[in-house]
């Protein structure tokens, strides 16, 4: 590609990606940082993850939130979803239904997750949903 992938990964990676440093998922924070790919962000998928940066688990407080949310949000492209959000196939998990609109109104190259029950939607919008890892391989060929 000439230009990189605009991608909507979902929050479970990019969470992995933030917290854990040094984990299998630290790679994808190294792409978005190094311009391999344009995460695309709405809304909705912003609040999502400053709600789970929150959670009591991953013993967080306010700046280490901050400071998480600085390494990824500047390197992200913003879309506005209309009201009605474009069709996209219904999925299981109410919870995922914002990504699947994120990638169509951002006419995303590719969705980017590791939820089964968005993963079983490939083929049903007009990019590929595709694992973390088939995405890292993709980037890095």
């Not at 391999?36 to 700046?63: G, H, M, Q, W």
């Not at 400071?67 to 109410?94: F, G, H, K, Q, S």
């Amino acid at each position: 590609m000439s230009r990189p992938p605009r991608v909507v990964i979902d929050t479970n990676l990019v969470l992995s990606a933030l917290v854990f440093a040094n984990g299998r998922l630290a790679v994808l924070r190294h792409a978005w940082q190094g311009q391999r790919c344009v995460p695309l962000v709405s809304k909705a998928t912003t609040a999502e993850l400053i709600r789970v940066l929150a959670y009591p688990k991953f013993k967080l407080d306010e700046a280490a939130q901050q400071e998480l949310l600085a390494d990824y949000l500047p390197w992200c492209a913003t879309v506005r979803i209309p009201n009605p959000p474009p069709a996209a196939p219904e999925c299981r998990d109410p919870y995922d239904q914002p990504f699947l609109q994120l990638a169509v109104a951002g006419k995303a190259d590719c969705l980017v997750s590791g939820d089964r029950d968005l993963l079983s939607l490939d083929g049903q919008i007009h990019c590929p949903i595709i694992s973390g890892e088939q995405f890292l391989q993709m980037i890095e060929t």
